[in-house]
C-alpha cells in the first residue's frame, strides 16, 4: 500500500541551509511532490519531481530522487525565517491515483 | 483570479447538528478533493471526484457526504456532527486526477462542541 513518512520537526538558523527528508513504499509513484503550509494557510505546492529524474532544482530549492531507497529530500539553500512553515511530501501513483501526503515536518527558522 | 474558494472559514457545531461545506473553483479544473487536517495525522482524504458527475470516497469518508454539483463547485455535508469531526477541511482542485499540482483552498475550521 502507499505510505509516506517524515520526521515532524527541523530547525535551523537563519543563513543555513535545511534539509527535510521524505520515504515513501509504492516503487510505482510517477510523482513525487513538495508542499508549503503556512499558518492558517492552505497548500501550496513548491515543487514536484518526475519519478525518471534524480535531481530537480528550482532557485533555492533542490529536490533529491533516490528510487532505489525510496528516499526524497528538499533543501532548501540560504533559509529565511519566512520559510518557517510545514513541509509536506506526496505521492501519486501513475496519472490517475489521487495523492497519498506524508504527515508533514514543522520547519522552524530562528534569527 | 480566486482558484479555490472555501466557505466558511469557521464553523462551531454542536452534537448532532449538521452543515455543508463550500468549495468552488475558477479555474475550469476536472478533478476536486476534500482532505480533512488532523494533528499529527496530516491530510487524509475523505472523498473525491474525478470528473463533473462522479463521487468515490477516500480513506476516512464515514460520517461525509458530497456532492459533485457542477464543474465548479464540490460540496462535502456532515449529516450528524460528532466531536470526531472536529478538524481543518481543505478543498482541492487539479486539471486531472493525480495531476501535476493540486490547488488547495485556504481551509474550514470546523470545532463540533
Known amino acids: 500500500g502507499e505510505d509516506v513518512e517524515q520526521s515532524l520537526f527541523l530547525s535551523v538558523r537563519e543563513g543555513d541551509s535545511s534539509v527535510i527528508n521524505c520515504t515513501y513504499t509504492?516503487?510505482?509513484?510517477?510523482?513525487l511532490y513538495w508542499y508549503k503550509q503556512e499558518p492558517g494557510a492552505g497548500l501550496q505546492l513548491l515543487t514536484y519531481i518526475f519519478s525518471n529524474m534524480d535531481m530537480k532544482q528550482d532557485q533555492r530549492l533542490t529536490v533529491l530522487l533516490n528510487k532505489k531507497d525510496k528516499h526524497l529530500s528538499l533543501r532548501i539553500a540560504d533559509t529565511q525565517t519566512g520559510d518557517s512553515a510545514i513541509y509536506f511530501c506526496a505521492e501519486s501513483i501513475s496519472g490517475y491515483s489521487t495523492l497519498t501526503f506524508g504527515k508533514g515536518t514543522m520547519l522552524l527558522v530562528s534569527p | 483570479n480566486a482558484g479555490v474558494t472555501q466557505t466558511p472559514k469557521f464553523q462551531v457545531l454542536k452534537t448532532g447538528q449538521s452543515m455543508t461545506l463550500q468549495c468552488a473553483q475558477d479555474?475550469?479544473?476536472?478533478?476536486m478533493y476534500w482532505y480533512r487536517q488532523d494533528p499529527g495525522m496530516g491530510l487524509r482524504l475523505i472523498y473525491y471526484s474525478a470528473s463533473e458527475g462522479t463521487t468515490d470516497k477516500g480513506e476516512v469518508p464515514n460520517g461525509y457526504n458530497v456532492s459533485r454539483l457542477n464543474k465548479r463547485e464540490f460540496s462535502l455535508r456532515l449529516e450528524s456532527a460528532a466531536p470526531s469531526q472536529t478538524s481543518v477541511y481543505f478543498c482541492?482542485?487539479?486539471?486531472?486526477?493525480?495531476?501535476?499540482?493540486?490547488?488547495f483552498g485556504s481551509g474550514t475550521r470546523l470545532t463540533v462542541v
Open positions: 482541492a482542485s487539479s486539471r486531472e486526477q493525480g495531476a501535476k499540482g493540486y490547488t
Open positions: 509504492d516503487s510505482s509513484s510517477t510523482y
Open positions: 479555474m475550469n479544473h476536472n478533478s
